[in-house]
């Protein structure tokens, strides 16, 4: 490991998701969607293949779209669907919420499934860990923040909808859950993981609100007939503006990051979001007029990286590297548009969120951003270095133009709204045409390592030489380097 400095790196860091628990035998590894609070972390040592080591059924379940449209039945892991890690006593599980309605506990080793707790609809998003600093008898000693839809069978104008709900991590017990309100939002779902600072967490709901919120079950209140987290603050994610262009369409799916002393949240209303934390205000703003439900990413801990869609806009959808110190068209530091390429309801742009090589690069590489558009390419860059040979492009809007970062690499892989993970010299990268794993060599080269087939919306997260994802046939797979026997030797 070597040239790596994983563990170093993460001392520098600071990472909040990754520190001892009140038990000295519990570590949370990977707590959150895309692993810290920077949104940038994906494991500690990836597979240089892609054999089978397990595979668990997570089944199907039906979820209602609407009154005129009726139900669906979704199969196995959607989008974002990552696996959360946490060591136990020296064993290793995974917390992973499926379309089933089934939030489980899964010991890693092997698939068994621990225990299992039912949501009222499908689990789409990726749930996030609490540490409580002092559990009693009655409480637990980490908490699972995890979100689902609004309820199989259920309609938006319906009361409650307690759509975030709290669990026990060691036994699977429900110990609060929150009512999503209604807003202008045509959506009271909750997909986005929140941010845990401490005692508080921070997060976007799809009713177009960003709710700051004690996840101390200790703490919890008896409110509008059930057990609910104390709620410090709520603010609006969209304008009335934003109603007449967008209608309902104010969702927020995206999971916020921090940068200093400031939240970013991306909203489908078509806003970049900076919450200040001492301040408790929405006090920074930059305005991409297109749907976003990808999540913003820190890079070098100066920037960040923002997916835009192709809906509401009329140029191209793609990736924004943006400072925060700046506003307006001064925060743009360059922008990637991807094609407009029409895929299910989609019209282009990016749906996942970007990553970066940050937390375990290797030492022959500069700082690499990647990222898959809904155009089917899987596009590797340098996000610090600007393309001076390439002119200027565009913005989603056509109304400003911008520069590009150096394109590394630009491999066809299909459509996807996954997120790519990058871990070493290793590109982990998964979609509707299959989970691929890449080698970026010390030339920049790109080498496909393993691919395998599937249909796959999820996001891959990574531990110890082992790869797990959640796919939509109805599977939780394992992949590493330990080849499956079927003899079970």
Not at 112 to 133: A, C, H, M
Not at 188 to 210: C, H, I, Q, W, Y
């Amino acid at each position: 490991m070597s040239g790596y400095r994983i563990l170093f790196f993460f001392l520098l860091q600071g990472l909040i998701f990754i520190s001892p628990a009140a038990n000295a035998g519990t570590d949370i590894l990977v707590g959150t969607y895309l692993g810290n609070a920077q949104r940038h972390f994906y494991g500690n040592h990836a597979p240089d293949t892609l054999n089978l080591i397990w595979k668990t059924y997570i089944g199907h379940g039906e979820t209602t779209i609407s009154r005129r449209a009726g139900t669906r039945t979704w199969y196995g892991s959607g989008w974002t669907g990552q696996p959360l890690i946490v060591n136990e006593n020296d064993r290793i599980f995974l917390l992973h919420g499926a379309l089933d309605h089934h939030l489980r506990k899964i010991e890693a080793a092997t698939g068994e499934v621990i225990w299992k707790y039912r949501f009222d609809d499908v689990i789409k998003g990726t749930g996030s860990l609490w540490q409580n600093p002092a559990p009693d008898t009655q409480n637990c000693e980490i908490v699972i923040i995890q979100g689902s839809r609004l309820g199989a069978g259920r309609f938006i104008d319906m009361e409650p909808v307690p759509s975030l709900r709290g669990i026990c991590f060691q036994s699977g017990r429900e110990l609060w859950r929150l009512n999503v309100h209604r807003t202008r939002s045509y959506s009271r779902d909750a997909d986005g993981s929140p941010l845990v600072l401490g005692g508080k967490a921070f997060m976007g709901l799809e009713n177009g609100t960003f709710v700051v919120f004690d996840p101390d079950p200790a703490k919890a209140v008896s409110l509008e007939g059930m057990i609910q987290p104390v709620v410090y603050h709520t603010h609006p994610l969209y304008t009335s503006g934003d109603v007449h262009s967008h209608g309902g369409n104010l969702v927020t799916e995206s999971s916020p990051c921090l940068l200093g002393d400031h939240i970013y949240v991306t909203a489908g209303s078509g806003h970049v979001y900076g919450y200040n934390i001492q301040k408790d205000t929405l006090d920074w703003e930059f305005f991409t007029g297109s749907d976003m439900d990808g999540s913003p990413v820190v890079a070098r801990q100066r920037w960040i990286l923002v997916p835009v869609e192709r809906q509401y806009v009329t140029g191209q959808g793609g990736l924004f590297m943006l400072d925060p110190r700046c506003r307006d068209t001064s925060a743009v530091v360059w922008y990637y548009p991807t094609g407009n390429r029409p895929f299910h309801t989609w019209q282009g742009g990016i749906v996942g969120s970007a990553c970066v090589n940050d937390m375990t690069r290797w030492e022959k590489h500069p700082r690499m951003a990647a990222f898959i558009g809904i155009d089917g390419y899987l596009v590797i860059v340098q996000y610090d270095a600007p393309d001076l040979m390439r002119d200027p492009v565009w913005g989603p809007n056509k109304k400003h133009k911008y520069r590009c970062p150096r394109e590394i690499d630009r491999i066809y892989i299909g459509p996807s709204i996954s997120t790519p993970v990058w871990i070493g010299d290793k590109l982990i990268a998964a979609g509707y045409g299959g989970l691929y794993l890449f080698r970026v060599d010390a030339n920049l080269e790109v080498h496909l390592l393993s691919r395998v087939p599937g249909v796959f919306e999820s996001t891959p997260v990574v531990w110890a030489g082992r790869l797990y994802i959640g796919s939509r046939d109805g599977y939780l797979y394992c992949y590493g380097d330990i080849r499956y026997e079927t003899d079970g030797k």
